[in-house]
């Protein structure tokens, strides 16, 4: 029986060429997972999918605490379930009437956690934007979105990986009240009615006007024959087929 000694140089290139053959592997293994994060990532979804006579009133939050009570019952008086985007930051200091939109049957999704400019920051701070205010939202009304609204309205690739990493989709919109200016509540009625379409997402925030506005767009809505529901129930589960429209 013959005994065989290996040298210390050998032993050592022996380890070496081990510690470098699982290099590579973890190397091809985590471009394999890139490359399946890639295959996640979805174009933001403008309008729903579902073909219905239908439309989602989606209301961005990171202010306007003080005109929601009166929009609840604006959309409580209309059968209107409406989706509202909220930031972590707001949704911290009103836990209880995050509740009471929850309670009501709304749709409560993710506005990031402060309202910033996700497209100047590292995709590290946008993804830390989006967990911190999930966390805040699931903590408060037990449910963790699966939509996200960006600030501003702006993305990026960058952003898209993001959102895709973290298993969310990403929401614009089809129809702009553009609310945010305070325009004439007939003008924020006229935006809305002279654009209704299926499946439309038309966005809003909580203002003056906008609550002024709210019901004749709401009857509106009710008399050409639409449902007003949350966004997840225009928007097929079957992902890859979302629709661009008119952002504005």
Same mark, same amino acid.
Not at 52 to 77: C, H, R, T
Not at 165 to 181: F, G, K, N, V
């Given at each position: 029986? %013959?005994?065989?000694?290996?040298?210390?140089?050998?032993?050592?290139?022996?380890?070496?060429?081990? /510690? @470098?053959?699982? /290099?590579?592997? !973890?190397?091809?293994?985590?471009?394999?997972?890139?490359?399946?994060?890639?295959?996640?990532?979805?174009?933001?979804?403008?309008?729903? #999918?579902?073909? $219905?006579? !239908?439309?989602?009133?989606?209301?961005?939050?990171?202010?306007?605490?003080?005109?929601?009570?009166?929009?609840?019952?604006?959309?409580?008086?209309?059968?209107?379930?409406?989706?509202?985007?909220?930031?972590?930051?707001?949704? $911290?200091?009103?836990?209880?009437?995050?509740? $009471?939109? %929850?309670?009501?049957?709304?749709?409560?999704?993710?506005?990031?956690?402060?309202? @910033?400019?996700?497209?100047?920051?590292?995709?590290?701070?946008?993804?830390?934007?989006?967990?911190?205010?999930?966390?805040?939202?699931?903590?408060?009304?037990?449910?963790?979105?699966?939509?996200?609204?960006?600030?501003?309205?702006?993305? #990026?690739?960058?952003?898209?990986?993001?959102? !895709?990493?973290?298993?969310?989709?990403?929401?614009?919109?089809?129809?702009?009240?553009?609310?945010?200016?305070?325009?004439?509540?007939?003008?924020?009625?006229?935006?809305?009615?002279?654009?209704?379409?299926?499946?439309?997402?038309?966005?809003?925030?909580?203002?003056?006007?906008?609550?002024?506005? /709210?019901?004749?767009?709401?009857?509106?809505?009710?008399?050409?024959?639409?449902?007003?529901?949350?966004?997840?129930?225009?928007? #097929?589960?079957?992902?890859?087929?979302?629709?661009?429209?008119? #952002?504005?």
């Amino acid at each position: 029986m %013959k005994i065989y000694f290996i040298s210390r140089k050998k032993l050592i290139v022996m380890l070496l060429s081990v /510690l @470098l053959l699982g /290099l590579f592997t !973890a190397i091809l293994l985590m471009r394999g997972d890139d490359s399946s994060v890639a295959s996640r990532v979805l174009d933001p979804i403008y309008q729903g #999918n579902s073909g $219905e006579k !239908a439309v989602a009133i989606a209301v961005n939050v990171d202010w306007g605490e003080e005109y929601i009570p009166q929009m609840l019952k604006s959309f409580k008086e209309n059968q209107a379930e409406v989706t509202f985007f909220v930031s972590g930051k707001w949704a $911290e200091k009103n836990p209880e009437l995050l509740k $009471e939109m %929850k309670a009501a049957g709304h749709s409560i999704q993710n506005h990031g956690y402060k309202h @910033l400019h996700l497209n100047n920051i590292s995709a590290e701070e946008a993804s830390e934007q989006i967990r911190k205010a999930e966390e805040i939202i699931n903590s408060t009304v037990g449910e963790k979105p699966r939509f996200f609204a960006p600030p501003y309205g702006e993305y #990026n690739q960058q952003l898209l990986n993001v959102v !895709a990493a973290l298993d969310y989709e990403l929401i614009m919109w089809s129809i702009d009240t553009i609310d945010w200016q305070r325009p004439d509540p007939a003008t924020i009625v006229k935006r809305v009615s002279n654009k209704l379409h299926n499946d439309a997402i038309i966005l809003m925030h909580p203002t003056d006007p906008t609550v002024k506005a /709210l019901p004749a767009i709401l009857e509106r809505i009710k008399q050409d024959g639409y449902k007003m529901l949350t966004i997840d129930k225009i928007i #097929n589960q079957s992902k890859g087929d979302n629709i661009k429209g008119d #952002n504005n």
